[in-house]
């Protein structure tokens, strides 16, 4: 496919999405709204931080049935690196947050689920990270389901190997990320730019062509012409 027909069937789909977009805009709103809440998606957590900084510690456990009703607790564990023991740092309950530990002490806030006993979003946020917090977390959920006739309790634990620098550093992955990303882009403008070439010459060429079968048309009328007055001028001698 050529850049001219690629080029016209992007502005026709986006055409066709604007519209689209026009007369479902609210009714999509409602459906996204309704299924936001329901929606998990379970994402590994950062492991390194910057001290000095803040710090998210991701820990997410999905339901396997979102249909069951259910309730959670969590309680975070710290082992500082070096050490042996986990010691508590942070608990969720239905009674609200608590910190644990004084090496914590004012510097934990929730980012997990909210305004549910239903908890499976369980992530913190450290404040003012500093080098004494590297070492191993651990996030314990304490989940209960229940059913029409019994409950089943069920233990998530997730962990977390924080590591804690200076200056942030960029992983291999990013940078190779970016490095693909400006050479996928070079490549599609060299792509693009020899397809406009090649569009403008099969044009020039059909403007020549057009203006070679006009000159043809134009001198076959002329000749024609001009046999048909050499005739009529032997007619009348």
Same mark, same amino acid.
């Given at each position: 496919?050529?850049?001219?027909?690629?080029?016209?069937?992007?502005?026709?789909?986006?055409?066709?999405?604007?519209?689209?977009?026009?007369? /479902?805009?609210? !009714?999509? =709103?409602?459906?996204? #709204?309704?299924?936001?809440?329901?929606?998990?998606?379970?994402? $590994? +957590?950062? *492991?390194e931080a910057v001290a000095g900084?803040?710090?998210?510690?991701?820990?997410?456990?999905c339901k396997r049935r979102s249909?069951?009703?259910?309730?959670?607790?969590?309680?975070?564990?710290?082992r500082p690196k070096g050490e042996?023991?986990?010691?508590?740092?942070?608990?969720?309950?239905?009674?609200?947050?608590?910190?644990?530990?004084?090496?914590?002490?004012?510097?934990?806030?929730?980012?997990? /689920?909210?305004? !549910?006993? =239903?908890?499976?979003? #369980?992530?913190?946020?450290?404040?003012?990270?500093?080098?004494? $917090? +590297?070492? *191993?977390?651990?996030?314990?959920?304490?989940?209960?389901?229940?059913?029409?006739?019994?409950?089943?309790?069920?233990?998530?634990?997730?962990?977390?190997?924080?590591?804690?620098?200076?200056?942030?550093?960029?992983?291999?992955?990013?940078?190779?990320?970016?490095?693909?990303?400006?050479?996928?882009?070079?490549?599609?403008?060299?792509?693009?730019?020899?397809?406009?070439?090649?569009?403008?010459?099969?044009?020039?060429?059909?403007?020549?062509?057009?203006?070679?079968?006009?000159?043809?048309?134009?001198?076959?009328?002329?000749?024609?012409?001009?046999?048909?007055?050499?005739?009529?001028?032997?007619?009348?001698?």
């Amino acid at each position: 496919m050529s850049a001219c027909e690629l080029l016209a069937l992007f502005d026709l789909r986006c055409q066709r999405e604007r519209n689209v977009a026009s007369t /479902s805009t609210g !009714s999509l =709103d409602s459906v996204m #709204a309704g299924l936001g809440e329901a929606a998990c998606a379970e994402v $590994d +957590s950062d *492991t390194e931080a910057v001290a000095g900084k803040g710090f998210k510690l991701g820990c997410i456990s999905c339901k396997r049935r979102s249909e069951v009703p259910g309730s959670a607790t969590v309680e975070w564990y710290f082992r500082p690196k070096g050490e042996s023991d986990f010691v508590p740092i942070y608990t969720y309950k239905e009674g609200g947050p608590n910190i644990e530990h004084d090496l914590f002490m004012d510097r934990i806030s929730w980012l997990g /689920s909210k305004q !549910s006993n =239903d908890i499976q979003d #369980a992530s913190i946020y450290l404040l003012n990270v500093t080098f004494n $917090d +590297s070492g *191993t977390y651990r996030c314990f959920f304490n989940r209960i389901l229940s059913y029409e006739n019994y409950e089943y309790n069920i233990i998530v634990d997730k962990v977390v190997h924080l590591t804690v620098v200076a200056k942030a550093t960029r992983g291999t992955a990013s940078i190779v990320s970016e490095v693909m990303m400006y050479v996928s882009i070079i490549g599609l403008q060299v792509w693009l730019l020899i397809e406009m070439i090649y569009c403008y010459r099969k044009i020039a060429a059909a403007g020549e062509e057009a203006l070679r079968e006009a000159a043809n048309a134009e001198y076959l009328a002329i000749a024609s012409e001009s046999k048909d007055n050499c005739a009529g001028v032997q007619v009348g001698e």
